[in-house]
């Protein structure tokens, strides 16, 4: 399978724990994102990684999130101790940047739906 | 925050027509892309058009770009049951760091 994977796609949780979600991107991006999206509105950007470096963050991150991508390969995001705000479709897309690629067009997940109780 | 807005919100259509999906923005940008969401799943990429082109064709799909409006619309012809999905628009900021949505425009495509 050459595209972006996620896991787990469904996470139901107790307000108070953490979670941890996983995106593995298509194998030859440099780029990967991670946005938030809720019924009935956009995605909305998280962060996003070139390589192994974080080079953005959105002030919708608060510090209960953190995300990592170690290697510059498959990522994860963090959320401790949820609230029921946090209850969204998490979605991670990949994308190749430089030469001839500069058009930023993502590559997206099936995504990973979060339910805080 | 949303970059923009999309209009209308919500599109039902019959089986054949043409279904015009528009996009407001409000900051420059290098090139607009269009996505589309079946319910629960990902995005899926339809058509980029840079901020020097004024129209672009892809099968069923013609998008148009207004820059001094900061307006795009995507024209779906003959439209097909299948259509039936979320649009959103997205603008690439110069030096294409992310891509900023739209708030998506629903449509439905009876059969």
């Known amino acids: 399978d050459t595209g972006v994977s996620q896991n787990p796609r469904h996470k139901i949780t107790k307000r108070g724990q953490n979670v941890t979600f996983r995106c593995d991107p298509i194998s030859e991006h440099n780029r990967l994102y991670w946005y938030r999206q809720t019924l009935g509105q956009g995605p909305e950007f998280l962060t996003y990684f070139q390589n192994e470096a974080q080079l953005e963050k959105s002030r919708l991150l608060s510090d209960r999130f953190s995300a990592e991508r170690p290697k510059g390969s498959f990522s994860t995001l963090e959320i401790q101790r949820t609230e029921q705000g946090d209850s969204a479709m998490y979605l991670c897309?990949?994308?190749?940047?430089?030469?001839?690629?500069?058009?930023?067009?993502?590559?997206f997940g099936e995504g990973s739906r979060l339910t805080v109780l | 925050s949303q970059q923009g807005e999309e209009d209308p919100q919500a599109l039902s259509i019959q089986e054949g027509e043409n279904a015009t999906m528009n996009c407001s923005y409000k900051t420059s940008i290098n090139n607009l892309q269009w996505y589309r969401q079946n319910s629960g799943r990902g995005l899926v990429h339809l058509i980029l058009?840079?901020?020097?082109?004024r129209e672009k064709h892809s099968g069923r799909l013609r998008v148009t770009l207004d820059t001094s409006k900061k307006s795009s619309s995507l024209l779906i012809t003959a439209s097909r049951a299948a259509d039936t999905a979320s649009y959103f628009c997205?603008?690439?900021?110069?030096?294409?760091?992310?891509?900023?949505f739209g708030t998506g425009t629903r449509l439905l495509v009876s059969p």
């Open positions: 058009i840079r901020s020097n082109e």
């Open positions: 897309a990949s994308s190749l940047m430089g030469g001839m690629a500069n058009t930023g067009e993502l590559f």
């Open positions: 997205a603008t690439a900021s110069p030096g294409f760091q992310k891509l900023v």
